[in-house]
T-cell receptor
Framework: GENVEQHPSTLSVQEGDSAVIKCTYSDSASNYFPWYKQELGKRPQLIIDIRSNVGEKKDQRIAVTLNKTAKHFSLHITETQPEDSAVYFCAAVHSGNTPLVFGKGTRLSVIA | DVKVTQSSRYLVKRTGEKVFLECVQDMDHENMFWYRQDPGLGLRLIYFSYDVKMKEKGDIPEGYSVSREKKERFSLILESASTNQTSMYLC???????????FGPGTRLLVL
């Protein structure tokens, strides 16, 4: 089955700097890659996703890139702000009856 | 706006008690999921369901069972609660496997 590895487990950046979180997956059939953000005490919420037919997707300060050959995808946050501090989860799945497989999460701290 | 609700935010139970955690979604989603979240271990899938009366084991089903009698409701049952089941339990629903999962607010369960 699918296995998703996420790095780093913790990340501290200065406000205004960029943050990058990387994930690798094992199942070459996976075709949907969402990213979830979980603020302290809150539920995980989708912030961006990418499907296997595109290599990059942007939404304001966040972007996700996908390299299908290498089987890895990354989340990029530019101009980080204190409200970006949270735990971020990547996930992968292919269509069918298999559920999303999540990475173990990255705790991002943005230092003002 | 999708709404996923869970019956309790906090729950304290005794070892050996039978515990019911309920999850309700209002968006007519086919798929529903139960996760437990522990520090450093990410989101681990306990059970999922792609249809009424249907259930599939996730990665850590031992000690748990589920029930899905109606499309909108997915219940997690701890047959005989143990201290190692102290955790945060998150329910989620989605329209399809390759679509956004919407999470409930979570139930923090303490088993004494």
């Amino acid at each position: 089955g699918e296995n998703v590895e996420q790095h780093p487990s913790t990340l501290s950046v200065q406000e205004g700097d960029s943050a990058v979180i990387k994930c690798t997956y094992s199942d070459s059939a996976s075709n949907y890659f969402p990213w979830y953000k979980q603020e302290l005490g809150k539920r995980p919420q989708l912030i961006i996703d990418i499907r296997s037919n595109v290599g990059e997707k942007k939404d304001q300060r966040i972007a996700v890139t996908l390299n299908k050959t290498a089987k890895h995808f990354s989340l990029h946050i530019t101009e980080t702000q204190p409200e970006d501090s949270a735990v971020y989860f990547c996930a992968a799945v292919h269509s069918g009856n298999t559920p999303l497989v999540f990475g173990k999460g990255t705790r991002l701290s943005v230092i003002a | 706006d999708v709404k996923v609700t869970q019956s309790s935010r906090y729950l304290v139970k005794r070892t050996g008690e039978k515990v019911f955690l309920e999850c309700v979604q209002d968006m007519d989603h086919e798929n529903m999921f139960w996760y437990r979240q522990d520090p450093g271990l990410g989101l681990r899938l306990i059970y999922f369901s792609y249809d009424v009366k249907m259930k599939e084991k996730g990665d850590i089903p031992e000690g748990y069972s589920v029930s899905r009698e109606k499309k909108e409701r997915f219940s997690l049952i701890l047959e005989s609660a143990s201290t190692n089941q102290t955790s945060m339990y998150l329910c989620a629903s989605s329209l399809a496997a390759v679509e956004t999962q919407y999470f409930g607010p979570g139930t923090r369960l303490l088993v004494l």
